[in-house]
């Protein structure tokens, strides 16, 4: 029997915090319901056929009907899906503990701090240590991606002062938190708990740029 993953464990929290809320909650992708997010991530693993339509914007559309097809399953049969994984035959699941690892700790902090304002204090959950170290790899690779049009020279740090990843041009800011706040942070999630050192203009400004990937 194989060892469950990082990426297994935080999917099954993922559907147990979108078992307690329901289907019509709210989560931090903006416009999108606990239903949407489920129909999305399922979609994602089952069809990639309509994948495309995230990198190519005239197929956008094709993209988003497979997914509002899909959230009208009935919820449990959806949750169920979204539970179970990638099925065999899709292409996510050889990759699945690398590939779904920063995605199932997002949308599962989606989904709990999806009712708290964008700038209102945040008390994060308790994540392991090894669930920490993990996702120090996604906070490299998504923020070298997400800062590089940054409106100031933006560096990532955790607490113990390792510098994770810079980018963006102009004055100095830096950000330092744990980890998962800071993958949280580059996938232009909000509220996140963090401190923001630098000219306070800015810092502003950094925290209002497009961090979408």
Not at 43 to 52: A, F, H, M, T
Not at 114 to 126: H, I, K, L, N, Y
Not at 135 to 158: D, F, Y
Request: glycine share 8%.
């Amino acid at each position: 029997m194989e060892d469950v993953t990082l990426a297994q464990e935080e999917r099954a929290a993922l559907v147990e915090s979108m078992r307690a809320v329901g289907p019509d909650a709210p989560t931090l992708c903006e416009g999108w319901t606990t239903r949407d997010l489920a129909a999305h991530i399922v979609v994602r693993e089952r069809r990639p056929d309509s994948g495309l339509g995230i990198l190519i914007k005239p197929l956008a559309g094709y993209t988003e009907s497979v997914r509002t097809k899909a959230a009208q399953e009935p919820w449990d049969a959806l949750l169920d899906k979204v539970a179970s994984g990638p099925p065999l035959w899709s292409p996510m699941r050889p990759v699945d503990r690398w590939a779904n690892l920063a995605e199932m700790f997002v949308h599962h902090e989606d989904v709990l701090r999806g009712a708290a304002g964008r700038d209102s204090e945040w008390t994060p959950r308790v994540l392991s240590d090894e669930l920490q170290h993990a996702l120090l790899g996604s906070a490299k690779m998504v923020g070298r991606m997400s800062l590089k049009n940054a409106p100031a020279r933006t560096t990532l740090r955790t607490p113990d002062g390792h510098d994770v990843v810079s980018g963006g041009q102009g004055g100095a800011v830096t950000i330092t938190g744990t980890p998962g706040e800071l993958v949280l942070f580059a996938y232009g999630r909000a509220p996140v708990a963090l401190e923001f050192d630098g000219d306070e203009a800015l810092v502003s400004a950094v925290k209002d740029s497009e961090r979408s990937i």
